[in-house]
């Protein structure tokens, strides 16, 4: 229930400011957007021509989950610090296992949802942009574990990545900057699929899911360590 109501008031504070709103809804419809031109430049291929369009299209979706929690997570702390609100909640009974987290949620809830959503409407954009609709086997269960596997630990790494730096900086700039950092590990399967331009493999899929898992467990733990409410309010002050 804490960790709930910690989500919930993260997010009526967070969404409240405009640029981190429309940035939020407007990179997944960029993303959706050029996914969907990319499919229908290949509109008149043959279905076999057309498949390695869709692995690069589809990579769009990868991308989203990465990208979004990085922003939302590096906010969290080291905005609230300087927006001044960052001490009431420290002064709360929630653990520092609870903030961390729950303010780690905050950031991946959102980019899921918008990721899973505008897939969603790809589809059925492509659905009537391609006279065949979309081609046999690329939809396969490795991009289906992809996009609803792994993309949830990757953004929880972002996430996680992201919090661990906003936690330790007293700069939001520096912060955004170092957050950056995040996207590089977790950006890997993009790089290969992009490389490869053919079926994305289920063996890599499930050997980039156990070191996410193993990443995703690291940076728990390293980031309760170092989220220490009373280090972070003397040393900001």
Known sequence: MRLRALILKEW????RIKMVLYGCLFLP??????AGFLVWQGRNLPPEAQAPLFNAALLYFLILPVMIPVTLAVYSVVGEKEQGTLEPLLATPLSDLELFLGKSLVAVIPALL??????GLFLLAVSFLLPGGIPEGVLGLPWLLSLFGLSPLMALFAALVAMLISSRASDSRAAYQFAGLAVVPALVPILIYSVRLTA???RFVILEGGALLA???ALLYLGIRAFRREDILIRWK
Not at 114 to 119: D, S
């Open 12 to 15: 009526a504070e967070l969404f």
């Open 29 to 34: 419809l960029f993303m959706a957007g050029m």
């Open 114 to 119: 918008l990721t899973w959503a505008v897939f």
């Open 200 to 202: 994305v493999d289920l």
């Open 215 to 217: 990443l995703n467990a």
